[in-house]
């Protein structure tokens, strides 16, 4: 199987010793604490998770700027997003040397991890501009991620973690939320070496699911790990309770047994596009997949990013040498009424728009809203079911 990155092994950063994570939860208590953000407490899931290995914590301000500027730390590791905790009040716990961070998506604000304190510096304007621009592509405030981010404050707490919980995640998801070492456990129980990776913040339709097939034909791979989002979203898009169900009834009609692991992880949506991308190959090498596929718009927002500007960047920016994980580049995939079946659009030359069964995000969100399902060379019936039953509920 694949190792991680930036390491032999996998270093997951939650106290998996029962004893030492009771003690460490009774001297949270005693701490000076910080309620921290969304973004902050999913980094400290994923930290915990050992999706971001080998990241100790929380980067410094001089890490953060590297990262976003060149996807490099300080010290050469190669990294695509900075993984920070930004606080807007940092007088709660300043002196301190040793804090617990609170948690603020689960009802009392339990802490979710404990931090060493190892500095505390302030961003100006001009280094937040710096960060944003280079993560995002963009300092418009218009794109949800750059809203977020810049939102966070302008004081960062940087410093190692320990971690000892996975906030609501285990508790809302408990048949669906992973973490990358329980992911890696059940490959080597299938008997699974290579694998491939498929993202998604949405439910999974006709062209999604013939794309992960033709992904796992391609590379001779042993199985797909369906890998989805199970953290914020921005408002309009599918709830993770309604997306894992349908994605469940997806693979449950139409995958062969033993061909797929639908999981997903504690995360918040960032839209960063191309940047995302690279993350997103980061913690699946991490999870132990040989490929990821990344498709048109990979992890976009409106019109914010290029169609392909997230397959691109792995050409363009990412060393060679930089990550083990592969890339499986993907074309816009539709039904072909040529044909009758999906295809990558690329490879029907012969085609014209009208020969492919294609629907707008709006279009399909209006159907399902009015009872009507899409036909059935865009969305399995069984799938449009559980679709229509949230729009027309919620």
Known sequence: MIKPHGSDTLNPLYVADEAARGQLVQEAHELPALTVSSAAAANAVMLGAGYFNPLTGYMTKADALSVARDMRTQDGLFWPIPIVNIVADVEPVRGAARIALKDPNVEGNPVVAVQDVEGIEEISEDEMRDMVTHIFGTDDDEHPGVATFKGLGRTLVHGPIQVLNFSYFEDD????????????????????????????????????????????????????????????????????????????????????????????????????????????????????????????????????????????????????????????????????????????????????????????????????????????????????EILMDYYQNK
């Open 173 to 384: 998801f408990p048949d669906t939320f992973r973490t990358a070492q329980s992911i890696r456990d059940e490959f080597a129980e299938r008997g699974w070496d290579k694998v491939v990776a498929f993202q998604t913040r949405n439910p999974m339709h006709r062209a999604h699911e013939e794309l992960c097939k033709m992904a796992l034909e391609a590379t001779g791979a042993d199985g797909v790990l369906v890998h989805m989002l199970l953290g914020k979203l921005k408002p309009g898009d599918v709830p993770a309770r309604v997306r894992d169900a349908a994605i469940r009834k997806m693979v449950e009609h139409y995958f062969p047994e033993n061909s797929v692991m639908i999981t997903g992880y504690g995360f918040d949506m960032m839209y960063a596009g191309p940047r995302e991308a690279v993350l997103h190959a980061v913690f699946r090498q991490n999870a132990g997949c040989s490929y990821l596929i990344v498709g048109r718009d990979h992890a976009g927002v409106g019109d914010f990013y290029g169609a392909f500007d997230a397959q691109t960047i792995f050409d363009e920016k990412v060393p060679a040498d930089a990550l083990d994980i592969e890339i499986f580049k993907a074309d816009h995939t539709a039904f072909s009424k040529k044909l009758g079946r999906v295809v990558m659009m690329s490879e029907a030359p012969d085609h014209t728009k009208e020969d492919f069964v294609i629907l707008s995000g709006t279009k399909v969100r209006e159907m399902l809203g009015q009872g009507i399902a899409p036909p059935p060379e865009f969305s399995r019936p069984e799938v449009a």
